[in-house]
């Protein structure tokens, strides 16, 4: 980009609407659409490709509206300044230490797979990221915007493992109606097959598309449409990949474009995420009707995360129910689960709501409002569990409002006040323990624990 207009002579400095100069530090993405480049503390900015000086006219006024959308309470990096003219962009805010999404998709040549995978995180910061990119996306939904263009490159994640943050950039793709893009400006292989046609234009169906796609390679390490035939073949069978005319790579029915690469899909998926990619890259490849929403992707997401345990013998995390650690083959102990029911005003009998949380013994646990309260995309602690060495469940009130345990077999329930804690035994031969989070002349969640025998994956 060096020489391109707005930039010094170094091609390392841009000024924005207010004159002020801004030095671009560090690429954190580049596509069809311009490239996003780290600016110093907490800034970036978006360079915007314009071909013409009428292209680039209206993606200022593109721009302008987007300013104008409510993106309040969404992890999204809203605009902060323009850019000067002749060059197209603006800046925008971004949280210390950043990096793309598709850092977390590609091992690095010749390091351990299941090192590198545990190193940027592992199976349960994989799944609370995407989940939280779910979260976004289906906000933004939610208020009658398209985001247009997800993908890996414009979904920023903390670089440190030990944080789980995560914003879109790029939200010059933002749209609140339908338009067909040019083909040059979606991402090849995330964009959905109907707009790398031109078939149809962007909506909540295409990004719920390019979601599916990041979520399948970020957890099992291969693109859904790469098999191997593909992978080593002519140029013209990847177009067609993305382009919806050939099957995915774990079609039931038709094995002609497999992959021998990736990580064990049972190993980083439920049987509710594999049932979602089947749904999106089968029926749903060439009719957006039949894929799953974002919303459906946020809800298993969230779920898959929320049953994950920590292997004892080595630094991954695996999905609860497995009968050894699938990394190392450590034998997996038996895990206390938290499942999610319905409880209703007048009833004795408990609806499962078909969620459910995976305790680790000798860790404080946080149970979200999100969980408790069904708020989502809310992590506000609404109740802390501690399953301790000793056999016991500590339950901590961090809410507002009073929460009750009771038997589950029934007996007289016990409050837990705000701020005090309260424990009961946990062994798997005493009855199973109902944490409500609502009184029983309320329609409410409530926990029911119990520790899982047999290895079956609640």
């Known amino acids: ?106 091992a690095p040549a010749r390091q351990d797979l299941g090192e590198w995978y545990a190193a940027t995180g592992g199976l349960r910061r994989r799944l609370r990221l995407l989940a939280r990119a779910a979260d976004a996306l289906g906000t933004l939904h939610a208020r009658g915007i398209v985001y247009g263009d997800p993908s890996p490159a414009n979904i920023l994640v903390s670089a440190s493992v030990e944080n789980a943050q995560m914003m879109l950039i790029d939200v010059d793709n933002l749209v609140v109606e339908s338009v067909v893009p040019d083909a040059s400006l979606v991402t090849p292989g995330y964009a959905a097959p109907e707009l790398v046609t031109a078939r149809m234009g962007v909506s909540s169906l295409s990004d719920a598309y390019s979601l599916a796609v990041m979520v399948f390679e970020t957890l099992a390490l291969v693109h859904p449409f790469l098999g191997d035939e593909v992978e080593e073949g002519e140029p013209e069978l990847l177009d067609q990949a993305f382009s919806g005319e050939l099957p995915w790579i774990d079609d039931p029915d038709d094995d002609s474009n497999r992959s021998s690469y990736g990580v064990n899909r049972q190993a980083v998926l439920t049987t509710g995420l594999r049932g979602l990619a089947e749904r999106t890259f089968g029926a749903g490849r060439l009719d957006p009707v039949q894929r799953p929403t974002v919303a459906e992707w946020r809800t298993k997401l ?13 630094p991954h995390t695996y999905l609860a129910g497995a009968q050894n650690c699938p990394w190392c083959g450590a034998k997996a102990p038996d895990p206390l689960i938290a499942l999610v029911h ?65 038997p589950a077999g029934g007996g007289t329930p016990v409050v837990v006040e705000p701020g005090r804690e309260l424990a009961v035994p946990a062994y798997a031969d005493v009855p199973a323990w109902d944490l409500h989070f609502g009184h029983e002349s309320q329609l409410h969640r409530v926990l029911r624990f119990r520790i899982v025998k047999g290895r079956q994956r609640p």
Do not use: F
């Open 1 to 106: 980009m060096t020489g391109a207009p707005g930039w010094d002579g170094t091609g390392r400095t841009v000024r924005d609407e207010h004159a002020r100069a801004i030095k671009l530090t560090r690429l954190l993405g580049a596509g069809g659409q311009g490239e996003v480049w780290a600016a110093g503390d907490r800034l970036a900015v978006k360079l915007v490709t314009a071909r013409t000086p009428r292209a680039a006219e209206r993606l200022r006024r593109r721009l302008r509206v987007v300013r104008r959308l409510d993106l309040d309470g969404i992890a999204v990096s809203r605009p902060i300044a323009m850019l000067a003219e002749p060059a197209v962009g603006y800046t925008m805010e971004l949280l210390d230490d950043m990096v793309a999404l598709r850092s977390l998709a590609a």
């Open 302 to 314: 969230h779920a898959a995360a929320d049953l994950t345990m920590s292997c004892p013998q080595c």
């Open 342 to 406: 319905l409880a209703t005003p007048g009833e004795t009998a408990l609806a499962s709501a078909g969620e459910g949380l995976a305790v680790p013994r000798g860790r404080w646990l946080c149970v979200t409002a999100r969980t408790a309260r069904l708020a989502a995309g809310s992590d506000r602690p609404v109740a802390w569990l501690l399953w301790e060495p000793g056999a016991r469940l500590v339950t901590r009130n961090a809410d507002a409002e009073p929460l009750w345990l009771t």
